[in-house]
């Protein structure tokens, strides 16, 4: 610990002031002072304008494992590391570092302003790769903060990011499941539009991209806090997501359909329904089989010959006890009305 110490040249002047020796249990009892002197020197090259020196200055400090520092100031330190390398764009240094935060500490309504933050940064980083999923589980982590239920209108924020994240979201199982789960918020009825729209995706029925899309544009500029690429962005992907959704509730409904009646349905020009469909048989969405020469699409999918057999022998089992049940009722009839 000892070489650490003296080997990091910047802060040489700082810890000076302690004496240290090169004594292994001295440099014991001054980790706690090392990392709080770490810190403002940090926040001195902050001020003047080094942001990557502060990084580098910080880096290096490990507080998870030192017991002479409580829970707050580890977690507030830990956070102040990760929100320096989000200032540097270094997104990847910073979701190693918000790993070491373990998250049920965030229980505790005391450090309610911690999780606040943890939960915010991990928003901005997600959004830096435009993870939606994991967007719409850090406001869902949020949303039972007493700052967040402290306001009406900050809940209702909340809330709504959790619909719009939630729905610009890929398909799968539990995508499927959070939004059932969500559209049961008792809150969410206070919010027309967005209940409307979490409906509109949970339902088995087709709706267009055109529906929906003055409300959510006219609600993220509201927002504020996105920029013109960001919101165009958002409504591209929303806009996939509907053509995904409505691919989906046509492959419920039908078996066959003709290709000029599928891109009917979806209000796109051939191509695009066309790609749009194939990526979803390539991420294993949707089964679906296209033959060009007759212009079909088929989406039920081929049943190997044991599933044939176990059809047909279902088949069979269900006829004959109907027509066991015929013959019984007819004898009974016989039987009331004394038919010969």
Same mark, same amino acid.
């Given at each position: 610990?000892?070489?650490?110490?003296?080997?990091?040249?910047?802060?040489?002047?700082?810890?000076?002031?302690?004496?240290?020796?090169?004594?292994?249990?001295?440099?014991?009892?001054?980790?706690?002072?090392?990392?709080?002197?770490?810190?403002?020197?940090?926040?001195?090259?902050?001020?003047?304008?080094?942001?990557?020196?502060?990084?580098?200055?910080?880096?290096?400090?490990?507080?998870?494992?030192?017991?002479?520092?409580?829970?707050?100031?580890?977690?507030?330190?830990?956070?102040?590391?990760?929100?320096?390398?989000?200032?540097?764009?270094?997104?990847?240094?910073?979701?190693?570092?918000?790993?070491?935060?373990?998250?049920?500490?965030?229980?505790?309504?005391?450090?309610?302003?911690?999780?606040?933050?943890?939960?915010?940064?991990?928003?901005r980083f997600h959004l830096h790769?435009?993870? !939606?999923? $994991?967007?719409?589980?850090?406001?869902?982590?949020? !949303?039972?903060?007493?700052?967040?239920?402290?306001?009406?209108?900050?809940?209702?924020?909340?809330?709504?990011?959790?619909?719009?994240?939630?729905?610009?979201?890929?398909?799968?199982?539990?995508?499927?499941?959070?939004?059932?789960?969500?559209?049961?918020?008792?809150?969410?009825?206070?919010?027309?539009?967005? $209940?409307?729209?979490?409906?509109?995706?949970?339902?088995?029925?087709? =709706?267009? =991209?055109?529906?929906?899309?003055?409300?959510?544009?006219?609600?993220?500029?509201?927002?504020?806090?996105?920029?013109?690429?960001?919101?165009?962005?958002?409504?591209?992907?929303?806009?996939?997501?509907?053509?995904?959704?409505?691919?989906?509730?046509?492959?419920?409904?039908?078996?066959?359909?003709?290709?000029?009646?599928?891109?009917?349905?979806?209000?796109?020009?051939?191509?695009?329904?066309?790609?749009?469909?194939?990526?979803?048989?390539?991420?294993?969405?949707?089964?679906?089989?296209?033959?060009?020469?007759?212009?079909i699409v088929r989406f039920a999918?081929p049943k190997s010959p044991n599933?044939?057999?176990?059809? !047909?022998?279902?088949?069979?089992?269900?006829?004959?006890?109907?027509?066991?049940?015929?013959?019984?009722?007819?004898?009974?009839?016989?039987?009331?009305?004394?038919?010969?």
């Open positions: 610990m000892c070489v650490a110490l003296h080997s990091c040249l910047p802060l040489a002047s700082c810890l000076s002031i302690l004496h240290l020796s090169t004594d292994h249990h001295c440099c014991r009892y001054v980790e706690v002072e090392r990392a709080r002197l770490t810190r403002i020197l940090a926040r001195i090259q902050e001020s003047k304008g080094d942001v990557e020196a502060a990084r580098k200055t910080m880096q290096d400090t490990v507080v998870e494992t030192l017991g002479g520092m409580d829970k707050r100031e580890k977690t507030d330190f830990i956070l102040e590391q990760v929100r320096l390398c989000l200032e540097v764009g270094d997104f990847v240094r910073a979701n190693i570092v918000s790993k070491k935060i373990q998250t049920k500490i965030f229980k505790d309504p005391e450090l309610d302003d911690l999780k606040i933050r943890f939960y915010s940064m991990n928003v790769s435009h993870n !939606w999923l $994991d967007v719409f589980r850090a406001y869902q982590a949020m !949303w039972d903060s007493p700052s967040v239920q402290a306001t009406e209108a900050s809940a209702h924020r909340c809330l709504k990011l959790q619909v719009l994240y939630l729905v610009l979201s890929q398909y799968n199982n539990e995508q499927s499941n959070m939004m059932h789960i969500l559209a049961k918020e008792m809150m969410l009825p206070k919010l027309p539009m967005y $209940d409307s729209l979490l409906k509109l995706f949970i339902t088995k029925e087709i =709706f267009h =991209f055109a529906d929906v899309q003055p409300g959510i544009a006219a609600e993220l500029a509201a927002f504020g806090d996105f920029s013109d690429e960001e919101q165009a962005l958002m409504l591209k992907t929303l806009h996939e997501r509907i053509t995904q959704h409505n691919i989906l509730v046509i492959g419920a409904y039908y078996a066959r359909i003709r290709l000029d009646r599928l891109t009917d349905l979806l209000s796109l020009p051939m191509d695009d329904a066309e790609k749009h469909l194939c990526e979803m048989v390539c991420d294993k969405s949707i089964y679906a089989r296209i033959d060009r020469p007759r212009g999918a599933e044939l057999l176990n059809d !047909w022998s279902g088949d069979i089992s269900t006829l004959l006890n109907t027509l066991e049940s015929t013959c019984h009722l007819i004898h009974k009839e016989n039987m009331i009305h004394k038919i010969v």
